[in-house]
């Protein structure tokens, strides 16, 4: 199993541009998640996903969006990049089950700068 | 908002010593309490994790000692190696939404001298 996979590694964009940052996990997980993580601030929820179809707004939405069409893809969509998106993006699964959603999977990460 | 407070922010031990990581809480509703370890460049990993109803978990080295009364836990890390020079997040999960949500703390980035 690859596991969670990420796509780009790294982006710069510039003000103003769009992207979509790319998620695949062959672990059959039904839960998806996307963080933003900022120096010195742990990891902040974006988006989750609790299977094909259904997403929910986690603690920091906006400015982005996603969709699940697949089990295994989690697309995360930046509309009108700002500075203040400038992160390290980490999307994550977890087993299906509920009382396993603790256990994320993380991918290695988008390293994302907006000048 | 629920919030997970961690200390301390760095620090720094000799090989062989003994790492000590605070957590603290406030909402009640939170009912796992995993950690997880990040190396530079690396998404994080879980390491262990524990349940409110536990006082003490132990895996290898590595244990999670749990207060529920204080609303607090901590990662130790027993005869600290080199390796595991990381950075280390607690957490807190709870059901939110229409899913179990994750409240990570700030991270600590431990640093092992040989």
């Known amino acids: 199993n690859a596991g969670v996979t990420q796509t780009p590694k790294f982006r710069i964009l510039k003000i103003g541009q769009s992207m979509t940052l790319q998620c695949t996990q062959d672990?059959?997980?039904?839960?998806m998640y996307w963080y933003r993580q900022d120096p010195g601030m742990g990891l902040k929820l974006i988006y989750y996903?609790?299977?094909?179809?259904?997403?929910d707004k986690g603690e920091v939405p906006n400015g982005y969006n996603v969709s699940r069409s697949t089990t295994e893809d989690f697309p995360l969509r930046l509309e009108l990049a700002a500075p203040s998106q400038t992160s390290v993006y980490f999307c994550?699964?977890?087993?299906?089950?509920?009382?396993?959603?603790?256990?994320?999977?993380f991918g290695p990460g988008t390293r994302l700068t907006v000048t | 908002q629920q919030q997970v407070k961690q200390s301390p922010q760095s620090l720094i031990v000799q090989k062989g010593g003994i790492s000590i990581i605070n957590c603290a809480y406030e909402?009640?509703?939170?009912?796992?309490f995993p950690w997880y370890q990040q190396f530079p460049g690396k998404g994080p990993a879980l390491l262990i994790a524990?349940?409110?109803?536990?006082s003490e978990k132990k895996e290898g080295r590595f244990t999670i000692s749990f207060n529920k009364s204080a609303k607090q836990f901590s990662l130790h890390i027993m005869d600290s190696q080199p390796g595991d020079s990381a950075t280390y997040f607690c957490?807190?999960?709870?059901?939110?939404?229409?899913?179990?949500?994750?409240?990570f703390g700030s991270g600590t980035q431990l640093t092992v001298l040989p």
């Open positions: 994550a699964s977890s087993p299906p089950g509920q009382g396993r959603t603790y256990e994320q999977y």
């Open positions: 957490a807190a999960s709870m059901r939110g939404g229409s899913a179990r949500q994750l409240t």
């Open positions: 524990i349940r409110p109803d536990v």
């Open positions: 672990m059959n997980h039904n839960y």
């Open positions: 996903s609790v299977g094909a179809g259904i997403t």
């Open positions: 909402n009640t509703a939170f009912d796992y």
